[in-house]
């Protein structure tokens, strides 16, 4: 079972930044899958998450209208397409797999992989 997040990167506010996250040794596509991320000094915070069923999307006020979560079951990838990028987006993200519970709950989530870092900064 194996999540690989990349695409991370150092960014200036407003720019954009696109992550990626191969998935291997599970049936990619009967999972809902989020990302969330940790800034440092900080608790991990949920970010956004789709469905497996229908492909619904979530996201957290604080990314809404700026980012968007997709996926390619055909490649087993999830994607997150980030845009006006801030400061305050600064943390490492992780691509993870929905267990159950509320989607915008990280509780609701039971594995990671080992994350990108995002740096936004002038």
């Known amino acids: 079972f194996q999540l690989q997040a990349y695409g991370g990167g150092l960014v200036q506010p407003g720019g954009s930044l696109r992550l990626s996250c191969a998935a291997s040794g599970f049936a990619f596509s009967r999972f809902s899958l989020g990302w969330v991320r940790q800034a440092p000094g900080k608790e991990i915070e949920w970010v956004s998450a789709?469905?497996?069923?229908?492909?619904?999307?979530y996201y957290a006020d604080s990314v809404k209208g700026r980012f968007t979560i997709s996926r390619d079951n055909a490649k087993n990838t999830l994607y997150l397409q980030m845009s006006g990028l801030k400061p305050s987006d600064t943390a490492r993200y992780y691509c993870?797999?929905?267990?159950?519970?509320?989607?915008?709950?990280?509780?609701?989530?039971?594995?990671r992989g080992q994350g990108t870092q995002v740096t936004v900064s002038s």
């Open positions: 993870t797999t929905y267990d159950r519970g509320p989607y915008h709950d990280v509780d609701s989530y039971n594995r």
């Open positions: 789709i469905k497996a069923a229908d492909g619904t999307t």
